[in-house]
Every structure is written in C-alpha cells, then in structure tokens.
C-alpha cells in the first residue's frame, strides 16, 4: 500500500516564527498573545523594503515618515503603536534576540498594550532588513 499522507503541517513562514517567539517572550511575562494584523504586516514590509531600496536603516524615512505615518497609510486605524527594525540577522531566532538584548525594542515586544503584530524582511546588500509593527487598533 502507498505511504499515508504527511500530517505535518507546513513550516511556518518567517513571519510567524518570528510572531510565535514574540508570543512566547510576552507569556512570560504575563502578557496576552498578540495577533497578526495584515495592514501592519503591510506597513512593516514596505518599511522593510524602503530600507533596502534606499539603503537606509532607520524608524524616519528619507522623506520624513515616521511608523505612525506608515502604519496609517497601509489603513491601520492605531491607539497605539511601536515599531522595532534590525538588520543582518538571517534568522527569525537570531533578530529576536537582537530585539530583546536592546532594552527598547523589548519594552516593546513586552508591552501589553500592544494587541497585533505585523512583520516585514526585505534582502539586501547587508543581509535581510526586518520590521515588526505593534499596534492596538482604535
């Protein structure tokens, strides 16, 4: 007889990892989920790619965009908002703890406050760009 069908589920994208360990930090903490949020993740991969397009590495654009101006053109109606960005890290487990040896971009993986996450990587010459968008919508 042929062998039975995999069950496993397929590998979860880069985004999700980096979402799950996000999730994971926040419980230890006492910290509710959060969850994917496409306009975020819409935001925070432009930001993304602006960077790597542009060569730049920064939450201000060229143009003078913060991430509350991202966040609101992709259509995210925010309460509140945080943005963190690394860049060179190659894995969802090596950016994330970039992310959480930096007191504030873990104060903002921490922050209860936020409730969705969007996240963005882009390759470029240095090695990939990430984005994570928190926010709470109104």
């Not at 053109?73 to 963190?84: C, D, L, M, Q």
Request: aromatic share 6%; with cysteine; proline share 7%.
């Amino acid at each position: 007889p042929p062998a039975p069908a995999s069950t496993d589920p397929a590998p979860a994208s880069e985004a999700e990892q980096v979402m799950a360990l996000v999730n994971a930090e926040r419980a230890k903490e006492g910290c509710g989920a959060v969850s994917g949020n496409s306009l975020l993740a819409t935001a925070a991969s432009r930001h993304s790619a602006d960077m790597a397009d542009r060569d730049y590495f920064s939450h201000t654009s060229p143009d003078g965009t913060d991430p509350g101006d991202r966040i609101t053109a992709a259509g995210y109606r925010w309460s509140t908002y945080g943005e963190n960005i690394a860049k060179g890290q190659t894995t969802p487990a090596a950016v994330m703890e970039a992310w959480m040896n930096s007191p504030g971009h873990r104060a903002n993986i921490l922050n209860c406050a936020f409730k969705e996450i969007g996240v963005g990587r882009e390759d470029s010459s240095d090695g990939p760009v990430w984005t994570q968008n928190f926010g709470a919508a109104l």
